[in-house]
């Protein structure tokens, strides 16, 4: 995109202008000496065109119109009587050299003209192919910020800039050795272009290809802030409805044990009352069993706020299904006595975060045995299936409706059949997903519900089996 | 055998007192500070038999009186973390506590851990390590459950006995990959959990209850004698 660089005052190609010249018009002078004998002298004048047109196509117009002088300066001196002076004996001769000037003058600018118009198109091609390229480079970009130095290096590739860089939004001055320009959008500036100051923008890049390039920019900040704007209204909606359903949840669900942990601790504390050794083991095992049940509802309030606010963070570990089985009926206390599990006969693995995992299992494991009675059992299998680690919860309760299967994930969807704010299976999901796993509903054949948690298996290399 | 001494270091009142009052009635004579400040200075005067210590506190990190003790006592010291503390946990351990108990913690489970950290003698040089009915020969490298002999590869060889060497304290998965792998691991040491879900297999009737190799989640393994245990 030099556009003008040949027009330039570089000394080379100064040089080369005068001796390509001096050269076509030495080589048009012998081809006229070598025909004169052939044509009247006056008419092969027109010959030194051939030597002015390509001078005009490669130099410019100021190079054309010396080239013409000289030419008829050198027709006149050649073979014009008197012969070998610059002087003319016959007027008619004086109208011809006129005509020919005028003729080279007109040809030139033409020539030139026709040679301007080839470049400004090559030009607009690669401002084109700039902008085009530009453009899909943010296009794709998920953040401008992180595309900035892709969008530079194509600039100074199209400007054939040894080096440039675009900031956005920054007011920095150039530093020593380096110069900026701005990028403006009408009257609001978008950014600067640095570029090191002993390089050249071409002549167009200012007035056309840079305002172009501001407007690109301007558009994918624009795109960005409102794909922001529209995700955090999104998040903020969603954390409304969350604290709304926490706040009616909480009311009842954490007053309920409270209140009967202060009405125990009270009945012990009054001396007036007459409690025999049962009756205060009674209280006790109340006072006990409700603070557990508080201290499960908080920590449930605690991974959904973390899951909500997007800090649950996994820490990926290589783990055996085994392991998170194991550490997840640990967790689960005394229903764990119902739980009866499958291994397979070589441990199986994924990797995942193994506290969340657990999570999830517990979660599955808890909702299993609370919808369904005490003396019946819960399965837990491990098995690979199609490159998925599957862990399957099996409980052999009522099972859930087709109605209510699609809501059961969602928080504080409260079952019709039992207690709870329902918070265990959408914290199970919110885990699951966020170690790249799901979790989903079968119905169990023979009844019950089968709860499948997934993640990705992983492959064990054999020495670690030897 | 007169009491031992507990010092507790908790900057929440309500913790100290119900901690105050159950340990002395387990029979332990109770030293409390709520500051870091205080803790180190109770120890010093009175050198306790082991430490509970808060991992949050107010002029302070639980773990750096850990260390700071750690320089001039070899008492137990049995760190209280609360849920999403686990690096914190990991750094209090490495930093030469002896176990935890998570918040909110079961004074069963407390109780249990302190006997444990109490009883706990030096790492045996005994050759011959039994462990319920698991028997560790470390000069034949031979392993037998209940009298019968178990197969073990060598690297599952190295981690029960490095487990059962310092039986029943909880070792982080550094602590066991440094002794099994060496300082520089190996690639295999990432495989640590399936190493003991396989050992598992071969030592435990039911690998997915285990009563022998424990897992204590976010932190590392402890083996212990299921006898002993869950009081």
């Known amino acids: 995109m030099r556009a003008n660089s040949s027009e330039r005052r570089d000394p080379k190609q100064q040089l080369a202008a005068l001796a390509t010249s001096l050269a076509l018009v030495a080589a048009v002078t012998g081809v006229v000496f070598a025909v004169r004998s052939f044509a009247p002298v006056l008419s092969l004048g027109v010959l030194y065109l051939l030597a002015v047109v390509p001078v005009a196509v490669l130099f410019g117009l100021a190079w054309a119109i010396t080239i013409s002088i000289v030419s008829m300066l050198t027709f006149n001196f050649f073979f014009l009587a008197p012969v070998h002076t610059l002087e003319l004996r016959d007027s008619a001769n004086w109208f011809a050299l006129a005509v020919y000037l005028v003729t080279a003058v007109v040809v030139s600018e033409l020539a030139t003209r026709l040679r301007r118009r080839a470049s400004e198109a090559a030009e607009r091609e690669l401002e084109a192919k700039l902008l085009a390229s530009v453009a899909t480079t943010l296009l794709e970009a ?10 530079s290096a194509q600039v100074a590739d199209a400007f054939r800039l040894a080096d440039a860089h675009i900031e956005l939004g920054s007011l920095r001055s150039a530093e020593p050795g380096e110069r900026a320009v701005d990028l403006r959008l009408g009257d609001s500036f978008v950014g600067r272009l640095y570029f090191p100051a002993a390089e050249e923008l071409p002549a167009v890049a200012e007035e ?21 704007a529209a995700l955090d209204a999104e998040a903020l909606r969603r954390s409304d409805t969350i604290k709304t359903a926490v706040l ?52 449930n309030l605690l991974d959904l706020s973390r899951l909500e606010a997007g800090a649950a963070s996994p820490r990926p570990e290589l783990w055996t299904a085994d392991d998170l089985i194991g550490g997840a009926l640990e967790t689960l206390g005394a229903a764990a006595a119902r739980v009866i599990v499958r291994l397979p006969d070589e441990p199986v693995a994924t990797v995942v975060d193994g506290a969340q995992a657990e999570r999830v299992l517990v979660n599955l494991l808890e909702n299993a045995a609370k919808f369904s009675s005490a003396d019946e059992t819960i399965d837990v299998g491990a098995s690979v299936e199609a490159g998925e680690l599957l862990m399957r919860v099996r409980d052999r309760g009522p099972g859930i409706p087709p109605r209510q299967a699609g809501r059961i994930f969602d928080a504080f969807e409260s079952s019709s059949r039992g207690t709870g704010m329902g918070l265990g299976l959408a914290i199970a999901t919110g885990f699951a997903q966020a170690n790249g796993g799901r979790v989903w509903f079968e119905p169990a054949d023979g009844g019950g519900a089968v709860f499948v948690f997934a993640l990705p298996a992983a492959r064990l290399p054999a020495k670690v089996r030897s | 055998m007169t009491s031992a001494r507990v010092l507790v270091v908790d900057d929440e ?3 100290l007192r119900a901690l105050r009052t159950t340990l002395r009635g387990a029979g332990y004579d109770v030293a409390t500070a709520a500051t870091a400040e205080d803790a180190l200075a109770e120890a010093a005067a009175h050198p306790p038999d082991a430490v509970i210590l808060d991992l949050v506190l107010p002029d302070g990190h639980g773990a750096d009186v850990g260390r700071e003790l750690r320089r001039w006592s070899a008492a137990p010291i049995l ?34 851990r302190l006997r444990a950290v109490l009883r706990r003698a030096s790492p045996t040089t005994d050759p011959v390590i039994a462990i319920g009915d698991l028997v560790v020969d470390l000069e034949k490298r031979a392993v037998t459950l209940g009298g019968q002999p178990v197969t073990l590869t060598p690297h599952e060889f190295e981690l029960l006995r490095f487990l059962a060497q310092n039986e029943g304290k909880l070792l982080t998965h550094p602590m066991i990959l440094r002794e099994v792998w060496g300082p520089r691991y190996g690639s295999e040491s990432h495989y640590l959990h399936v190493y003991v879900s396989q050992l598992r297999r071969k030592i435990e009737d039911d690998p997915a209850r285990p009563r022998y190799l424990l897992t204590e989640p976010g932190a590392g393994y402890r083996l212990v004698d299921p006898l002993l245990t869950r009081s």
């Open chain 2, 79 to 112: 760190v209280l973390s609360a849920v999403g503390d686990e690096q914190e946990k990991i750094a209090a351990l490495d930093a030469g506590a002896d176990d935890y108990v998570t918040k909110p913690f079961s004074m069963d489970e407390l109780l249990a």
């Open chain 2, 13 to 15: 009142p309500q913790i």
């Open chain 1, 208 to 228: 056309r290809t840079l305002p172009a390039l501001a407007s690109i920019l301007a558009v994918a900040v624009e795109r960005e802030r409102l794909s922001r």
């Open chain 1, 248 to 299: 009616r949840a909480v009311s009842h669900d954490l007053r309920s044990p409270l209140t009967a942990i202060r009405a125990a601790g009270e009945g012990l504390e009054r001396a007036d009352l007459q409690l025999d050794h049962e009756a205060r083991g009674e209280l006790v095992e109340t006072i006990t069993g409700e603070a557990a049940r508080l201290e499960r509802l908080v920590t």
């Open chain 1, 142 to 151: 998920d953040h401008v910020q992180n595309r900035l130095k892709d969008v």
